[in-house]
């Protein structure tokens, strides 16, 4: 029988795992650790979900699925092999996925996942104004390599299919004017005045980056009417360097899978010192949605829309305590 994993290393894998992105920063995800067989399993949190603007819960899926990545790339750094299965118990569907954290027996480490480690911590989303600077094509072939490697697809639209997902982005603002619904789950995840100082989730008032003066990139904002603190207003990139990921369908397993190409593909861009930040804004309505797919194509289910370019990564936003997402037994 294999030694049990030490408690230390346990919750640091745990605490790598959850520096995760989520929708709004919900971090939706629990884990219990089985000490006798090594194993961690990842749960949905249903409590964290967002039944207005994430009624399938797609966008849970896909941040346990970024958690589960970081945890798999924190193994490998601990010279562990982390066997994964997604959604093992077809009558438990909230059980995501399972970890069997292996001893390499011989074997070397996972460089490919290892060497994304320092990027775990690094990587913050950024809500400010990038370079008009472009991405050069061997990047982007990297991070094209990043997703496909996690069984998504990632492809950078022309600019005619740019401006087309940017104008279902505006059409998504307009909708949330007039659909109280969809806010209520904005306002419940967003961190105003002191409430931001303290708070251990959601979007904090300090990471809502500055307002937009003009410019077409799709960054949300997240005080909506509210008030807040002066942030300031910027000009923002007129034409935003947009990356789609996509998957072949769309069930609960994909929305896995795709949450750990989008986070392989946020820590390469990490590594390669781009800033990054995401909307779901579009997908969030099925119809919008089903516009996002590139018609020249006609294939693939568009997961997420990443904004990527050279600026300023954005601050760290909080995390909860490993001691309230774990439970061992």
């Not at 219990?32 to 819960?57: I, T």
């Not at 018609?295 to 309230?324: C, E, F, K, N």
Request: overall charge negative; glycine content about 6%.
């Amino acid at each position: 029988m294999a030694s049990r994993l030490d408690d230390k290393t346990v919750v640091s894998l745990v605490a790598q795992a959850t520096a995760a992105p989520s929708m709004h920063n919900a971090q939706p995800w629990r884990f219990r650790y089985l000490a006798d067989e090594r194993l961690l399993r990842l749960y949905a949190d249903p409590e964290r979900a967002m039944p207005h603007s994430d009624p399938d819960n797609r966008a849970l899926h896909m941040g346990c699925g970024a958690a589960l990545f970081n945890l798999r790339v924190a193994a490998a750094h601990e010279d562990l092999r982390p066997e994964t299965r997604l959604l093992p118990e077809p009558q438990e569907p909230a059980l995501l996925a399972t970890v069997h954290l292996v001893d390499p027996a011989g074997r070397p480490q996972d460089d490919d996942l290892a060497r994304l480690h320092p990027a775990i911590r690094q990587r913050h989303t950024s809500r400010h104004p990038f370079a008009d600077k472009e991405v050069p094509e061997d990047m982007r072939a990297a991070l094209r390599d990043a997703a496909a490697r996690e069984g998504a697809e990632l492809s950078f639209p022309d600019s005619w299919h740019a401006e087309t997902v940017l104008d279902l982005v505006r059409d998504a603002e307009s909708r949330d004017v007039i659909d109280p619904d969809v806010n209520e789950d904005l306002v419940r995840w967003t961190r105003l005045g002191d409430e931001a100082d303290i708070t251990v989730d959601g979007v904090p008032e300090y990471a809502f980056g500055p307002r937009r003066r003009d410019g077409s990139a799709p960054v949300r904002d997240f005080a909506g009417r509210r008030r807040t603190a002066d942030r300031g207003t910027t000009s923002f990139e007129q034409i935003p360097h947009l990356v789609l990921l996509s998957t072949p369908g769309d069930s609960p397993a994909d929305w896995l899978r795709v949450g750990q190409a989008l986070e392989r593909v946020l820590l390469e861009a990490t590594l390669a010192d781009l800033a990054t930040s995401l909307t779901s804004h579009a997908l969030e309505n099925p119809g919008l949605r089903l516009l996002a797919r590139d018609p020249g194509s006609g294939h693939g289910q568009v997961q997420m829309v990443l904004r990527i370019g050279y600026g300023p990564r954005g601050p760290a936003t909080p995390r909860r305590r490993v001691a309230d997402v774990l439970e061992t037994g």
